[in-house]
Every structure is written in structure tokens, then in C-alpha cells.
């Protein structure tokens, strides 16, 4: 006797037949019941008809038709304004094609009057590009003839971090997709700066604004020798089948932000500046027109070491008149920042405004506190706290509309990184992130923080917005303390002393410290130093210059200044140990709240400092370097 039939949601039946009859044809294998199903018909279909749930075909006829409807077109980004700018009242087509004129203009040789022909998508993408006639010229028997001339240079402009993971991962050796998301990626050769390879033009203007000779870090060229390496940067960029452009801002004060385009033959430059620049919206994009200064990155390709000035395979040169600045032989991507900090030093003071190596960050009442320091100090990492607001971590400007961020975003030293030490830098560790010369997992893609391998200065590139209590747009009011971090390798500085606005000048143009292993080639363990501004190796104007500006600011908005030791207590390097992260938190706490302005002082017979007999949170025989 068969079971009691079952009804689906569709409406079919279906029953386990179990019949006595030993030759019937419903058992299965191994004397199993059958499933018989059977569709019950509808008013609208007879048991003669197959229903058919199937979906309408996709409307392509090719795999790469199936593809493109994969994505949507994004542009036109906005509407176009009808306001006053280079872009305004004009068709999209129009505007695509003055765009594309910029960047042709960029790319332009010294020795030709126009610059090679560009058009916009990747060149592996199989689509045919319709090319744009940037210059309705008609060929004569008189033009110069070359193949770069014939060829079409692909510009990939502003892409997205999806868009530039993409371009990596397939391209670029060394470069892979970290657990977190983070794209990690190999800078080459070079791992840190190379300060000896910078060169500044020393021409008519320069000669006399800019500090030159001993201690300065502005190595002088001409104009001829910087047009040399321009020609070989620009004629290498132009050899390649695409190029990567990048059109952003710099400085959060929009009164005094500049224009900055950076042409680079690497996605993993383009990304590091897409997280480091600000990034510009749409409707921005579409009225950025001319940019204010340009960077040529050709790190790939080496100087020729027979040009005059050169002393390596290496060359970073800037050219103030022309709003140029060109890289050779290093692929590290520091590079293009610090040379536009070293732009900012010199356009900011022009305008009164003071151009800081400091961080910066403000509590919920207002109150704005700076961090100056050189890298390894604790600028990133105690101007990264989850309590107060996020200003930025490294390049800053202070102007009569207070304090402004230079950047879009925080390159965070990563050796030794740990979830509990430093949370917030840690949790921005993820998609979009870049990881410079990181060691990770080969099958986890886990990044092993503690091994130095490649380099002891690993870096984390990612936008500030990656901070969960950054403050956008990064503007904030004037400071209400100054912070002098050292990295003292002996020592001999108290863990923090409270400065007078002649001491606090002092330090500043001093610039005391020690530079952390990783950081400069050739630095294995700390060594003493002493850097103008706590940023001698960026200023381009004499130190002086900075340090008059800064007790005036201090002084017309009633600003405190602390001397912060973040090196060695109880003896030097190899004898003492390092001041603890929390020690030192503790410090900055008790500067933030107000409480360390009413603590008791001692002062010390040298340099006179005046050191808090206590603080809550810290041991009180660490605040006299005597007692340790």
C-alpha cells in the first residue's frame, strides 16, 4: 500500500511507493522506495507542456561583450557647473579632450612643441580606443620623424584603489593582497630616502631665498642638468605602453591649497598617492585644469651617472621656476612625499604661513595639540589617539586660519606593529592600504610585522579617513600646545620638561634626536643627530626663518611648549631601556587635560628644565634622569 502523498511548493506531488507485489518496477536499488513526482496541472497548462522557468538569454553575443556589462559607465562623474572655470560651459567630449591636452602637455619634451599622443583606458583592455586630436596639426616634410611620435601613450587617470589593486596584482612583481586586504608591494633597491641624491636648481631666485652650503640639505644644480634628467625621465614615461596620472590636492586650508599631478609608471606609486594627497571629488576633478606643480616619476629608470652633479644611479631633483620635481633610480615612494613637503617649505612662508614636520590632533573641547619629530619619534603614533580627533600624523601648516593638514593621509612605521600597542593604525591595515617591504605568510598572507628581512622600515600607507576619529575636512584652530619629541639614544633628556618660548625656540631650531634604524639607508642602530625644525633634511629655507615664525604664532595664540623624550631611560642605547609607549601616553594625557601646567617643578642646572615631580600613571624616578 502506498504512502500519503506529499505536495511541494510548486505544486507537484510526490510519493514513496511501497507496493507487495515482489515483480513490480517502483522498488530501487537495494530495495529502496522510488520517488515519483508527477506536476499537477494548472488552469493555463496541460500535462502535454514543460513549463519553462528559465531566464531571458544575456543580451551578449561575445565573452568580452559579457564583460563590459559587468560594468557600469561611470562618467560623467557631476553635472557640469555653469560657474566660472576651465571647464565650465563645455561638452563632456570638450572636457575629456583639454584634459587629455594637459596631460599631453606635461608629458611634452623640451625639443618638441607638442607631447606625444594620449589617449585614456588600459591598453590591455580590448576595447578600441577612439584616439583624441589634442593638436589639428597637418604633417610637413620639416617635422621631426621618431617612433615615440607614432605611438599612443595610455593614460590611466585617477584610478580607484579596485582599479590599481588590479593593475599590481597583475603587472607588478612583488605585489600581493595581504589577509586584510592590504596590497603588499616591494620598493626595490631603495627602502628608505636618499637624502645625498636630492638635488634642488639653484637659479636667479633660489640663490638668495633658499639656505645653501654646509648643514643644508638643498645640494645645488642648474637649470641644463635638471633639463637633462627631465628629458630622460619624461622620454622613458613616454617609451611605455601606459602611464599612471594622478590629479590631487594638497593642504586642507582650500585658501591655500595647491595643485599637485604625478605621472608614474607603477600602480603601486599611484596608490601610495592616491592614499597620501588629498583626494579631489568629482566635480573637482572636472575644474582642475593646470596643476601647480608635477612630479615625474621614472624611478625605475636610472640616471646617467656621466650627467654633471650626479654621484649615483640615483637623482630627485626639484626645479622651483619650473614647478617640476623629477625621480630616478628609486622606486621608494617616500620620495615623492617628502619632495612635495620640501615644495610646501618653500611655498607656505612666502605667504606667512609656517609649514610644520609635526602631527596634530584636538580634543573635544577645541584644544589643538602639535607633535614635532623626526621619523621614529612617536609623531604618527601618539598623534593617533582614539580619544581626541585626528588632524593628521605628519606634514602640517599653520596660518592665520589656524592649523591644516598638508595630506590625505598617514604613512605609519610598521616595524614591530601590534594590535594592542597601536589599535587604530593596525584596524586601517586593510583594503586600500599599501604595505611597503612587509614579510608575510606565503599561504595565509598573514604579515609578520617582527621580521625585518627586507628592511626594518616597513610603512603603511592609507587614507586619514582609515582613523575612525579623524577630523574632515583636517582643519582645526590654533594650537594650544607644541610638542618637541626626541629620540634621545643616551639618555639624558627627562621623560618630559615644560619649555619657555625662548627654550621652546631652541629646541625647535636644535632639533634633537636620534635617527631609528630603517629610516635613511645605511642606519642600522640609533645615532645622535641634530636636525633644524626636527625636519632639517625637507626646509628649504634657512632654519632661522621657521624658528622666528613659530614663538610669534605660539605667543599671539597663547601656546605651551613641552620637550617629550620618547628614547632611553636609566642610560644609553645598549644599557637603558626605551620609555614606555604607555609612560609616555600618560605624559601626553596629563599635557592634554591641563594638569601638568599646575604639577610642582624641579629645574635642572643644565639647560634649565623645568621636570614635574609627578605624574599620575608614571613612576616618579624616571622624571629625573639623575635617579635612573
Excluded at 617635422?143 to 590599481?164: C, G, I, M, Q, R
Excluded at 606609486?269 to 592614499?275: E, G, P, T
Excluded at 654621484?311 to 617616500?334: C, F, H, P, W
Excluded at 632639533?511 to 645605511?522: H, P
Amino acid at each position: 500500500m502506498a504512502e500519503k502523498a506529499t505536495t511541494t511548493e510548486n505544486g507537484s506531488d510526490f510519493s514513496f511507493t511501497r507496493s507487495g507485489n515482489s515483480n513490480t518496477t517502483n522498488t530501487g536499488r537495494r530495495g529502496l522506495p522510488m520517488i515519483q513526482t508527477q506536476k499537477r496541472p494548472t488552469d493555463s497548462e496541460t500535462t502535454e507542456v514543460c513549463h519553462d522557468d528559465s531566464t531571458p538569454p544575456v543580451k551578449a553575443q561575445t565573452i568580452h561583450e559579457l564583460h563590459s556589462l559587468q560594468k557600469k559607465k561611470s562618467t560623467p562623474n557631476t553635472p557640469i557647473r555653469t560657474t566660472q572655470g576651465p571647464f565650465a560651459n563645455i561638452s563632456e567630449e570638450e572636457r575629456q579632450k583639454q584634459q587629455l591636452q594637459s596631460i599631453s602637455a606635461s608629458l611634452a619634451s623640451l625639443t618638441r612643441e607638442k607631447g606625444p599622443k594620449v589617449v585614456k583606458g588600459d591598453p590591455s583592455n580590448k576595447v578600441t580606443h577612439t584616439p583624441v586630436d589634442l593638436h589639428h596639426h597637418i604633417p610637413t616634410l620639416f617635422d621631426v620623424v621618431s617612433d615615440s611620435a607614432l605611438k599612443f601613450t595610455h593614460v590611466l587617470y585617477n584610478l580607484s584603489p579596485a582599479e590599481l589593486y588590479e593593475q599590481a596584482i597583475k603587472y607588478e612583481k612583488g605585489s600581493f593582497i595581504t589577509a586584510r586586504g592590504a596590497l603588499a608591494t616591494l620598493s626595490g633597491a631603495k627602502t628608505g630616502r636618499s637624502p645625498r641624491d636630492k638635488r634642488v636648481v639653484k637659479d636667479d631666485t633660489t640663490e638668495h631665498h633658499l639656505w645653501w652650503g654646509k648643514g643644508s640639505p638643498n645640494i645645488e644644480m642648474d637649470e641644463h642638468t635638471f633639463l637633462i634628467n627631465r628629458e630622460r625621465a619624461v622620454d622613458y614615461l613616454n617609451s611605455l605602453e601606459k602611464v599612471f596620472v594622478n590629479d590631487q590636492f594638497l593642504n586642507w586650508d582650500p585658501e591655500h591649497r595647491i595643485k599637485v599631478r604625478i605621472v608614474s609608471a607603477r600602480a603601486y606609486h599611484s596608490l601610495f598617492m592616491h592614499n597620501m594627497c588629498i583626494r579631489p571629488t568629482p566635480e573637482e576633478l572636472e575644474e582642475f585644469g593646470t596643476p601647480d606643480f608635477t612630479i615625474y616619476n621614472a624611478g625605475q629608470f636610472p640616471c646617467n651617472r656621466y650627467t654633471h652633479y650626479m654621484t649615483s644611479s640615483t637623482s630627485i631633483d626639484i626645479n622651483l621656476a619650473r614647478k617640476e620635481m623629477v625621480i630616478l633610480g628609486t622606486q621608494y615612494a617616500g620620495e615623492m612625499k617628502k619632495g612635495l613637503f620640501s615644495v610646501m617649505h618653500y611655498l607656505m612662508p612666502k605667504r606667512n604661513i609656517l609649514s610644520l614636520h609635526s602631527g596634530c590632533n584636538m580634543g573635544k573641547n577645541g584644544d589643538v595639540a602639535l607633535f614635532f619629530g623626526l621619523s621614529g619619534t612617536g609623531k604618527t603614533t601618539l598623534s593617533t589617539d582614539h580619544n581626541r580627533y585626528l588632524i593628521g600624523d605628519d606634514e602640517h601648516c599653520w596660518s592665520e586660519n589656524g592649523v591644516s593638514n598638508i595630506e590625505g593621509g598617514c604613512y605609519a612605521k610598521c616595524v614591530d606593529l601590534s594590535k594592542d600597542k597601536e589599535p587604530d593604525i593596525w584596524n586601517a591595515i586593510k583594503f586600500g592600504t599599501v604595505l611597503e617591504n612587509v614579510v608575510f605568510d606565503e599561504h595565509a598572507r598573514e604579515v609578520d610585522y617582527s621580521d625585518k628581512s627586507v628592511t626594518e622600515n616597513t610603512r603603511a600607507a592609507y587614507p586619514i579617513e582609515y582613523i575612525p576619529n579623524a577630523r574632515i575636512p583636517c582643519v582645526a584652530p590654533h594650537a594650544k600646545n607644541v610638542i618637541l619629541l626626541a629620540c634621545d639614544a643616551f639618555g639624558v633628556l627627562p621623560p618630559v620638561s615644560k619649555l619657555s618660548l625662548a627654550q621652546t625656540m631652541y629646541h625647535f631650531i636644535s632639533g634633537y634626536t636620534a635617527l631609528v634604524a630603517g629610516t635613511e639607508d645605511g642606519i642600522k642602530e640609533p645615532q645622535a643627530t641634530f636636525s633644524a625644525c626636527f625636519g632639517a633634511a625637507f626646509i628649504m629655507m634657512h632654519p632661522t626663518k621657521y624658528a622666528a615664525m613659530l614663538p610669534e604664532k605660539m605667543q599671539k595664540h597663547g601656546a605651551t611648549g613641552w620637550l617629550v623624550n620618547t628614547g632611553w631611560s636609566g642610560g644609553s642605547y645598549g644599557l637603558g631601556n626605551r620609555i614606555k609607549l604607555a609612560y609616555t601616553r600618560k605624559i601626553i594625557d596629563a599635557i592634554h587635560s591641563g594638569s601638568l601646567l599646575n604639577a610642582n617643578y624641579t629645574k635642572t642646572e643644565v639647560f634649565g628644565l623645568e621636570i614635574p615631580t609627578a605624574i599620575d600613571g608614571v613612576p616618579s624616578e624616571i622624571l629625573d634622569p639623575i635617579n635612573t
